[in-house]
Every structure is written in C-alpha cells, then in structure tokens.
C-alpha cells in the first residue's frame, strides 16, 4: 500500500470517529469525496451541512405553531441535507421513504379508508382550530400562565 493510500484510509477513520457521526456513503472520485480528502475543508464542510439541516429542521419546529401541514417540508428537507452527509440521517431518511411508498400503496390499495381517515383528520383540525380561536384558548391560557 502507498503512502498515499495509507493516508487516504487514515482520513476515512478518522472521519469515521469525528463527533458528528459516521459519513454518509458518495461515489468515489465525485466532488464529494475529494472534498472529504482535503482536512480543513471536509470539516467545514460538514459543519456547514449540520448547520443548514438543523435551520431547516428549527423552522419546522417554529412553524409547528401554525395551523396545517407546514411544519412537515422543512423538517424533512433538513433531514435530507443531513442525509447527503451524515449515516445516521441516511439511514433514518430511507427508512422514511421506505414507510412513505407503503403508506401510499396502502392508501391505493384501501382508497376508501384513507379518504375518511384524511378527511376525519382534517375534520377535527378545523375544529380544534375553530374551538380554539371561539373560546379564546390563546387568551386564557396566557392568562393562566401569567404572561
């Protein structure tokens, strides 16, 4: 084995013991992977993938506050960001996207049950959503809180 080589395996296991985890599999010779070859710009580089993941996944999380869906796309698509480089995330997202295709064959398969089960959802979100703003939950709540 060449210096060379030896010095690539070396950078490998490293990255394999760094704290943000275990790096996600990249074809070789891709861009990638000769990003991962050089130190100082791998670790930049992964820090930045960690940081713009976790943006999305935070403005997920603060629009959870908001009625619908919407809390749901940037959550995933920080997750996908953080799958291109971290294992854990790799794996946790095909294991999404596994359940995701099954969720929808069943949903052709049982095109009845899913419908009312949709739509029941839906159903008791407006009325939450209209419990709420009748009643003023919002306000009472603050003020049993104190705020």
Do not use: C, N
């Amino acid at each position: 084995m060449s210096s060379a080589e030896q010095a690539s395996t070396g950078d490998r296991e490293d990255l394999e013991r760094d704290g943000l985890g275990r790096p996600a599999p990249v074809p070789r010779g891709g861009w990638r992977d000769r990003v991962r070859s050089k130190p100082g710009i791998r670790h930049a580089y992964r820090a930045g993938v960690f940081v713009l993941g976790l943006l999305f996944i935070a403005l997920g999380a603060a629009l959870a506050v908001l009625p619908g869906p919407l809390t749901i796309p940037p959550v995933l698509l920080g997750l996908w960001i953080w799958s291109t480089e971290f294992r854990f995330a790799h794996r946790f997202f095909e294991t999404f996207k596994r359940k995701a295709g099954e969720a929808w064959a069943h949903a052709q398969v049982h095109p009845v049950s899913s419908a009312a089960i949709t739509i029941g959802g839906l159903i008791a979100a407006g009325a939450a959503a209209w419990a709420v703003g009748h009643f003023e939950l919002v306000d009472k709540a603050r003020d049993a809180v104190g705020v």
